[in-house]
């Protein structure tokens, strides 16, 4: 397993050891021990999966304020996604900024996004899957977004007619969110 630095001080993109042969494949998608060798030390306490019937379907962008604030882990067991991170931690000398990485059932990569970071991704082919491990229970009244096409943002979705849930039309700009981190 190997772990990639961004330019976003405590996200990484994990690229684990997948073997290979004549039935398939075999990776280990987490280990704890490895991820705390690393410096890495979260407890993954639920599991989360996400299916997208058709492509451009658009989530986020989420986040949930502290003290329920949730570090993530996010692969695609089916399909491909474009998953992107911003982040929201006001003090951060890199407030504000985001990256994007496509994640796939052929690269079998992953974007670990810790706490203090709002968290989408869009669809880049149809039935697609993503399996997301996180570090704090969803909590419906600490649950907070931020609008998709924030232009202060300025992210480059690779899709050109999003399909959005009502609840992510209607997220505040940056400007206008509630951040607590």
Not at 51 to 75: C, D, F, I, T
Not at 77 to 86: H, K, M, Q, T
């Amino acid at each position: 397993m190997r772990i990639r630095s961004t330019k976003l001080q405590g996200v990484y993109i994990v690229e684990p050891d997948v073997h290979c042969d004549h039935r398939g494949f075999f990776m280990e998608s987490y280990n704890s021990r490895k991820f705390a060798d690393l410096g890495i030390d979260f407890t993954f306490i639920q599991d989360n999966h996400s299916h997208s019937v058709e492509a451009e379907g658009l989530r986020g962008l989420h986040y949930q304020l502290n003290p329920k604030a949730q570090a993530k882990l996010v692969r695609v067991v089916s399909g491909e996604i474009y998953d992107v991170a911003v982040d929201i931690r006001k003090d951060s000398p890199t407030f504000g900024q985001w990256i994007g990485v496509i994640l796939s059932e052929a690269n079998k990569c992953q974007i670990l996004i810790p706490r203090g970071f709002a968290h989408g991704f869009c669809t880049l082919v149809p039935n697609t899957q993503v399996l997301y491990k996180v570090d704090q229970y969803y909590s419906p009244e600490h649950d907070r977004g931020i609008l998709w096409n924030d232009p202060s943002l300025g992210i480059d979705w690779p899709i050109s007619k999003p399909i959005l849930s009502g609840k992510d039309q209607n997220h505040p700009l940056l400007k206008d969110a509630e951040i607590n981190f």
